[in-house]
């Protein structure tokens, strides 16, 4: 089994900054793309940024150059690193990774969910 454990969330004023992590532990042979994706209250989960298991990233256009997603692959660790937040960055914000087991098989998991507010 498998778990992604996330945090770094809270509350912070608008133009500050949050960095949130999540790390894979379990039965892991290796780790393919990791993500963090956001969901307000009403509205549908949504990408905010991925990188792959080599380091290339991309990021929803709301968020660049603001928000850095990183990984460290002897951890099993991925970042957000989020500057100049705003408002309407307010959101849960989920971890998402492509596990590779040590039976080879693939499966794609879910953290708990990180809440970040953001006051005006």
């Known amino acids: 089994q498998v778990q992604l454990v996330e945090s770094g969330g809270g509350l912070v004023q608008a133009g500050g900054s949050l960095r949130l992590s999540c790390a894979a532990s379990?039965?892991?042979?290796?780790?393919?793309?990791m993500g963090w994706y956001r969901q307000a209250p009403g509205k549908q989960r949504l990408l905010v940024a991925a990188i792959t298991s080599g380091s290339s990233t991309n990021y929803a256009d709301s968020v660049k150059g603001r928000f850095t997603i990183s990984r460290d692959n002897a951890k099993n660790t991925v970042y957000l690193q989020m500057n100049s937040l705003k408002p309407e960055d307010t959101a849960v914000y989920y971890c998402?990774?492509?596990?590779?087991?040590?039976?080879?098989?693939?499966?794609?998991?879910w953290g708990q969910g990180t809440q970040v507010t953001v006051s005006s």
């Open positions: 998402n990774a492509e596990i590779v087991h040590t039976n080879r098989l693939k499966y794609k998991y």
């Open positions: 379990g039965s892991i042979f290796s780790v393919n793309a």
